[in-house]
T-cell receptor, first 112, second 116 residues
Framework: KAGVTQTPRYLIKTRGQQVTLSCSPI?????VSWYQQTPGQGLQFLFE???????NKGNFPGRFSGRQFSNSRSEMNVSTLELGDSALYLC???????????FGPGTRLTVT | AQSVAQPEDQVNVAEGNPLTVKCTYS??????LFWYVQYPNRGLQFLLK??????LVKGSYGFEAEFNKSQTSFHLKKPSALVSDSALYFC??????????????FGTGTRLQVTL
């Protein structure tokens, strides 16, 4: 099976802009979770989607949002970008919500 | 709230020697525990998990982990380290009382350096 794919792999944006990141889970996986990884804060949970419904949300401002489509593909959106949003954004999928998660390669977002 | 502690920022070991990467956790219910490895510019790769059953869990690439409920620990081990094992290792926990929700809480990571 193909692994989790994320697009784009690298992105450079300017403060104040918005960005959309995409994630395609492993075929058959219905749960998609998003994480932010930074040197200072480490790996932090953003949100989880299961069957097109947000089931869990981390402690991030409302500028961070996401959605899941009927084919389980997911997108996350960050509006009004700040310098501190520069990070590696990781998407993970799992077959059942509680099982091990399989991660994509991530999208490296740089905000200037 | 759930939390994970990885007390060592870096572990250095010579190739061929056994390695241990430490992890302790805190959850309100019974824990689901995971180890992941991250190579430079890559996502996280799943190594192994503990859900229930035998306290010694075997995973990928010769790694294993020992669950100790009384010490709330889940240390990662390998009998003989390889230079190619050098990477960043993350321990993660999920509280099974949260149902099937997938939120993982990660430790800060431990960099493993294996030298010849």
């Amino acid at each position: 099976k193909a692994g989790v794919t994320q697009t784009p792999r690298y992105l450079i944006k300017t403060r104040g802009q918005q960005v959309t990141l995409s994630c395609s889970p492993i075929s058959g996986h219905r749960s998609v979770s998003w994480y932010q990884q930074t040197p200072g804060q480490g790996l932090q949970f953003l949100f989880e989607y299961f069957s097109e419904t947000q089931r869990n949300k981390g402690n991030f401002p409302g500028r961070f949002s996401g959605r899941q489509f009927s084919n389980s593909r997911s997108e996350m959106n960050v509006s009004t970008l700040e310098l501190g949003d520069s990070a590696l954004y990781l998407c993970a999928s799992s077959a059942l919500g509680g099982g091990e998660q399989y991660f994509g390669p991530g999208t490296r977002l740089t905000v200037t | 709230a759930q939390s994970v502690a990885q007390p060592e920022d870096q572990v250095n070991v010579a190739e061929g020697n056994p390695l241990t990467v430490k992890c302790t956790y805190s959850v309100s219910g019974n824990p689901y525990l995971f180890w992941y490895v991250q190579y430079p510019n890559r996502g996280l790769q799943f190594l192994l998990k503990y859900i229930t059953g035998d306290n010694l869990v075997k995973g990928s690439y010769g790694f294993e982990a020992e669950f100790n409920k009384s010490q709330t620990s889940f240390h990662l081990k390998k009998p003989s380290a390889l230079v190619s094992d050098s990477a960043l290792y993350f321990c993660a926990v999920r509280d099974n009382s949260s149902g099937t929700a997938s939120k993982l809480t990660f430790g800060t990571g431990t960099r493993l350096q294996v030298t010849l």
